[in-house]
């Protein structure tokens, strides 16, 4: 009969299965066990360690474990590992035996830290300056940095995630747009920036030939269905004042009208209280037609276009 | 008045406030480990991390604030070279102060005591202290929230 040994060691992290005769114990087992140390790893200098012998809680473990009458023993030349662990800026230090499970460690480490073991259940050890998360039942010897007995754990969260889940849809998908690459060279251009958003109205600086900027205020509920606004003074906080409108010569029509809707929608095809009833200017001017792939940066597209041609009219106030 | 939970300079403030407002561009979530010491006094902060710093792949990936293990380790490699302690966390939503499910579910250090700030509107509207919501982590997923007056209370700025 042979029963199996698991031997862990900072050449073997995930473990060596070694046979050994059933009746082998103390010293002869531990010589099985170095002898069937890979030679380039051989040293005189190597010490077996049973993991049963690292404190009462690991002995239950030991002894609990159906290993088949198998053992976990440790190899290494560290009779002790001299253990760090950083935590947002604080660090707690002990020495462990090398066969010490990185679970007990991290349990230690929380406790000292002073997070209460339910909230410590997320958390983990990360090897410093790696991305090695070791298991809970590796050893704490098989991570100690090469030619010392030192090893250096950061506590970290394996996955934070902070954030407001509670966002709409539609407000999640202007914000989408609005970090996608249509709108984003606009703003890289300096043709228009993003002001402020108060969901659902989103405020939108748009300049102009002469480099005047126009706030322009849009209703996007619904999004990425069409928006509707108008031109905005965020001084006084209201709808911009007619006499305050820029003009656009014949080419663009009536686009800027201010009788329309009382100056609270522009009159385009990409606007939804303007498109109503004018279903015909999807066939007479597609190229301003909403497209809810591209969104909020269609409908900026044709007003900087009004905005920056020959014919655009500053106003006179 | 009772004592505040955080004391920082009006400069480190505003800094922070104007690099929230740069890193979300008013689209996205963005966040920052607030570093400093705690004293007698309180949580005294000196400096700010911000998460885009220790953490530019999920900065770019993500609307909201994740933070992986590495990157998270990183802001603590940061820490040990510089002596400074997490006093705190901020992070910006795109409407209210409130804290989310997730907020709750994951504070930045687990510790009690742990002070997280959460700046409406993206940080764009030039928020005081007032603005913010304050939240301490009282352990075991417990959570107190201080709002207006107690927010501005919580807050010393010097």
């Known amino acids: 009969m042979h029963k199996r040994i698991i031997v862990q060691a900072a050449f073997a992290k995930d473990g060596l299965i070694v046979k050994v005769a059933e009746d082998l114990v103390a010293e002869p087992l531990n010589a099985a066990v170095l002898a069937a140390v890979p030679s380039e790893h051989a ?35 560290c009779r002790q590992v001299e253990v760090v662990v950083r935590y947002a800026g604080r660090k707690v230090e ?28 997320e958390l983990l050890l990360q090897v ?26 950061d506590l970290v969260r394996s996955y934070t995630v902070n954030g407001d889940a509670s966002v709409p849809t539609d407000h999640t998908k202007l914000l989408e747009h609005l970090d996608q690459a249509p709108f984003l060279m606009g703003e890289m251009n300096g043709r228009w920036r993003l002001r402020d958003i108060s969901w659902p109205i989103a405020f939108i600086d748009i300049r102009a030939r002469d480099h005047r900027e126009y706030t322009l205020r849009l209703q996007c509920d619904g999004y990425p269905g ?12 209201s709808w911009l004042p007619a006499q305050r409108w ?18 609270t929608a522009l009159y385009i095809p990409c606007d939804r209280t303007s498109i109503a009833g004018h279903e015909a200017w999807l066939q007479l001017h597609p190229a301003w037609t909403w497209d809810p792939n591209i969104g909020i940066a269609r409908y900026l597209q044709v007003v900087w276009t009004m905005l920056n041609g020959e014919d655009y009219v500053a106003p006179a106030a | 008045m009772s004592r505040p939970l955080l004391e920082m300079p009006r400069a480190i403030y505003d800094a922070l406030i ?33 998460y885009d710093l220790v953490a530019p792949d999920s900065s770019q990936k993500y609307a909201y604030v994740v933070l992986t293990g590495e990157e998270m380790a990183r802001a603590w490699q940061h820490c040990y070279a510089t002596g400074l302690e997490v006093v705190g966390d901020v992070h910006t939503h795109p409407m209210g102060p409130m804290q989310s499910d997730t907020d709750r579910a994951h ?52």
């Not at chain 2, 002070?115 to 939240?135: M, N, Q, S, W, Y």
Request: aromatic fraction near 8%; glycine fraction near 10%; proline fraction near 6%.
């Open chain 1, 246 to 263: 820029p003009r656009a010569g014949a080419r663009f029509g009536a686009a800027l009208r201010t009788d329309w809707q009382g100056g």
């Open chain 1, 43 to 77: 040293s005189a200098e190597l010490l077996v360690f049973d993991e049963a012998d690292d404190d009462p809680e690991t002995r239950q473990f030991a002894e609990d474990e159906q290993l088949q009458h198998g053992r976990v023993v440790h190899v290494t030349h």
């Open chain 1, 128 to 153: 410093a300056g790696t991305s090695i998360q070791p298991t809970r039942d590796q050893h704490v010897g098989n991570f100690v940095e090469h030619g010392t007995c030192n090893v250096v754990f």
């Open chain 1, 226 to 237: 069409m928006p509707t606004g108008a031109f905005w003074d965020p001084d006084s906080g």
């Open chain 2, 18 to 50: 104007t690099d929230l407002a740069r890193s979300g561009r008013g689209v996205k979530e963005s966040g920052a480990f607030l570093l400093g010491h705690t004293g007698p006094a309180g949580r005294v902060v000196s400096d700010y991390l911000m």
């Open chain 1, 94 to 121: 002990r020495r462990f035996a090398p066969a010490t499970r990185v679970g007990r460690v991290k349990r230690w480490a929380a406790h000292a830290l002073g997070i209460n073991p339910s909230d410590a259940n």
């Open chain 2, 107 to 158: 504070p930045i250090v687990a510790v009690p005591g742990h002070v997280a700030l959460i700046v409406p509107h993206f940080a764009l509207r030039d928020p005081e202290p007032v603005d913010l919501g304050v939240h301490v982590f009282e352990g075991t997923n417990d959570w107190r929230s201080l709002f207006y007056q107690a927010a501005q209370d919580a807050i010393r700025l010097t």
